[in-house]
């Protein structure tokens, strides 16, 4: 394998996590001689993104070329990796995600991943994610496909369904529940580590243990979350107490897989909080690129969770570079889920590919918990495949989180209704 490659990301005028790609890629020379090819179909955020690249480049010496366009297809000639983050009409649409259900009486908490809100996540999204990847089936088939949109298990399985492409989960979420751990044992996050399988958005932690030593910390975690502050982080604490290992990656994120999840808060997504903060964000980067701020020294430094780099690395440069977390299909990793379902669990990129790394057997409590939303996940998916609203209702009908037959009908017209322009037939 050579030592340089070209790096296609789809969806780069996403602000969050295309700046915390480039601080994994402008922080270091290992890519140093590759090619950065950013696509968008928002011109203005394309524009924008490609311009903070050439300074953040710049600035870290990374040498990598920077290139952008919105010709998807142009930009897949010769990629070694392709990275898509994409979201279509993301903050209406996840809106009405979270709104119709909750008018219909339905009670939950995100509408992103699990619910009715993760069905119409995967209806609207798949087909396009879909084709995305038919196009490196036919450009550059021996690519790495790494997906990075919402919701992440549904995506990955459905890729597996139709299409050969070498395809990759990532998120952070087994960080952030490292965090939310940390903060009952009073210690800082370098000093643990922490294993974890299970569904994206629903791994539990099979390990916790200190960095420098090798201590299991969950006795103490267990001994100090005793007396923590009830109020924090509710729902995990209580299903930690329940089936005896900590659940990733937060409360709201977990509660959309549970019937009971919204007794954590069902609030939903700020969206006012998040569109503030992409306005202040937008602010930061313009001035940055016409020189007018200093880039800010965290931007200078890798990212918080984020591995697409790393798994680039490893295998460019051959390093069995070790990734906490990533979603794959199962093949016997998770035993007792099925082997066509997507897993979250940690593997080893290196040339030889991605290798998932089996951590054993869950507890079986936890095993019959995420078969319950493996159903789900596979049957929203062939709904997705199939643009079929009769499929679409029976996925929301086995959720545990509708509770009326009455509703699920409901939400099912006003949502298909809504998202009718990018439901399609995919197989």
């Not at 030592?3 to 296609?8: E, F, L, Q, S, Y």
């Not at 890629?25 to 590759?34: N, Y």
């Not at 087994?174 to 965090?179: D, E, K, N, Q, V």
């Amino acid at each position: 394998m050579p030592n340089t490659t070209k790096i296609v990301f789809i969806g780069a005028g996403s602000a969050a996590f295309g700046l915390s790609l480039f601080q994994d890629l402008f922080s270091t020379t290992e890519l140093a001689g590759s090619t950065l090819t950013l696509v968008d179909t928002n011109t203005e955020a394309l524009d924008r993104m490609a311009a903070l690249a050439e300074v953040m480049n710049r600035h870290g010496d990374a040498g990598i070329t920077i290139e952008k366009t919105t010709d998807r297809k142009a930009a897949l000639q010769g990629a070694g990796f392709v990275l898509c983050a994409i979201a279509i009409d993301r903050n209406r649409l996840w809106r009405l995600d979270f709104e119709v259900p909750k008018k219909h009486g339905i009670r939950h908490t995100l509408g992103e991943n699990g619910g009715p809100g993760g069905l119409f996540f995967t209806l609207r999204t798949l087909p396009l994610i879909v084709d995305i990847v038919r196009d490196v089936e036919a450009i550059c088939p021996d690519a790495l496909f790494i997906n990075l949109s919402n919701p992440e298990s549904r995506i990955v399985l459905g890729l597996s369904r139709c299409t050969s492409v070498r395809t990759l989960g990532l998120c952070h979420g087994i960080f952030l529940a490292r965090w939310f751990i940390c903060q009952i044992l009073g210690m800082a996050e370098k000093e643990v580590d922490v294993w974890g399988a299970g569904l994206n958005h629903f791994q539990w932690l099979t390990a916790i243990r200190e960095k420098a030593t090798g201590r299991d910390l969950y006795p103490l975690l267990r001994e100090r979350e005793a007396t923590h502050d009830p109020s924090f982080t509710p729902l995990a604490r209580r299903l930690f107490h329940a089936f005896g290992l900590w659940v990733t990656p937060s409360d709201d994120h977990t509660g959309e897989f549970l019937p009971y999840g919204w007794e954590a808060g069902e609030h939903g997504f700020d969206f006012k909080h998040d569109e503030d903060g992409r306005i202040i964000l937008r602010d930061l980067m313009d001035g940055v690129i016409d020189g007018s701020k200093p880039i800010p020294d965290d931007w200078t430094k890798p990212s918080w969770g984020e591995r697409a780099v790393a798994v680039i690395a490893g295998q460019l440069h051959n390093q069995k570079r070790f990734i906490e977390s990533g979603i794959v299909i199962n093949r016997g990793v998770i035993p007792g889920l099925p082997d066509e379902l997507a897993v979250e669990v940690p593997l080893v990129a290196d040339a030889a590919g991605i290798h998932p790394i089996s951590l054993g057997r869950l507890p079986d409590g936890i095993v019959k918990l995420l078969s319950v939303q493996a159903n789900v996940q596979q049957l929203s998916v062939e709904a997705a495949l199939h643009g079929s609203k009769e499929l679409a209702l029976q996925a929301l009908l086995i959720d545990p989180v509708i509770n009326s037959s009455t509703a699920a009908v409901a939400i099912l017209d006003e949502l298909w209704e809504a998202n009718r322009p990018y439901i399609r037939a995919c197989l």
